[in-house]
């Protein structure tokens, strides 16, 4: 099983700010990670996946970095509309997610 | 567009099934694969299981046993059966559809809302 370790686990940030999430991972998951974004009372969304590939529709301030066992999202300059939770995701070795990261203001 | 449906209780020891409807793309389609996964409250996401258009199914290793997933290209929904359910499967479920990128295995877009699955008696 590959363990996905997210960091921090609460990242208290202000509009108009840069905000960065870690992930690592327990083996090697080459590029097959994603990020997503989770309000309340909504479905998870993709933001990113391919480690750095961003989804259709996804505003070009969130970017994701990384290969192997450690990976990155970057929001560029938070908008009231991204205080959210974050989680990372690996495909390469069935499916596993991160803990989740919530971004508050 | 996916949409999940079953019971919001389920006794201990019964099973657990839901559907996903899936409207806007058809279940069979090469270019995807389906699957399930749950968040319990207070915890993380769990992966369930995949479905891919060949027929195969894979599963959580921690689930294997008492899980199965099905799908009904007539009706074009998939579902979940989970068995011998306990408090600790307790959750909100969802259903999703995975990207195909170049062929192999991608990450899930989009997800259903989920529905809220409480075991007890």
Redo the contacts between chains.
């Keep these: 099983e590959t363990v996905l370790t997210q960091s921090p686990a609460t990242l208290s940030v202000s509009p108009g700010e840069r905000a960065t999430v870690s992930c690592r991972a327990s083996q090697s998951v080459g590029d097959n990670l994603a990020w997503y974004q989770h309000k309340p009372g909504q479905a998870p969304r993709v933001l990113i996946y391919g480690a750095s590939t961003r989804a259709a529709g996804i505003p070009a301030r969130f970017s994701g970095s990384g290969s192997g066992t450690d990976f990155t999202l970057t929001i560029s300059s938070l908008q009231s509309e991204d205080f959210a939770v974050y989680y990372c995701q690996q495909y390469n070795n069935w499916h596993s997610f991160g803990q989740g990261t919530k971004l508050e203001i | 567009h996916l949409q999940e449906s079953g019971p919001g209780l389920v006794k201990p020891s019964e099973t657990l099934s839901l559907t996903c409807t899936v409207s806007g793309g058809s279940v069979s389609s090469s270019d995807y694969y389906w699957?399930w996964?749950r968040q319990p409250p207070g915890k993380?996401?769990?992966?369930l299981g995949?479905l891919y258009s060949t027929g195969s199914t894979?599963f959580?290793?921690s689930l294997k046993s008492r899980v199965t997933i099905s799908v009904d290209t007539s009706q074009n929904q998939f579902s979940l059966r989970l068995t011998s359910v306990t408090a600790a499967d307790t959750a909100v479920y969802?259903c999703a559809r995975?990207?195909r990128?170049y062929g192999a295995?991608?990450?899930?877009?989009?997800?259903?809302?989920?529905v809220v699955v409480t075991v007890s008696p």
């Excluded at chain 2, 993380?44 to 992966?47: C, M, N, S, V």
């Excluded at chain 2, 295995?105 to 989920?114: A, N």
Aim: proline share 12%.
């Design positions: 699957g996964i993380g996401l769990e992966w995949s894979y959580n290793p969802s995975g990207l990128i295995t991608g990450p899930w877009d989009p997800w259903g809302q989920g």
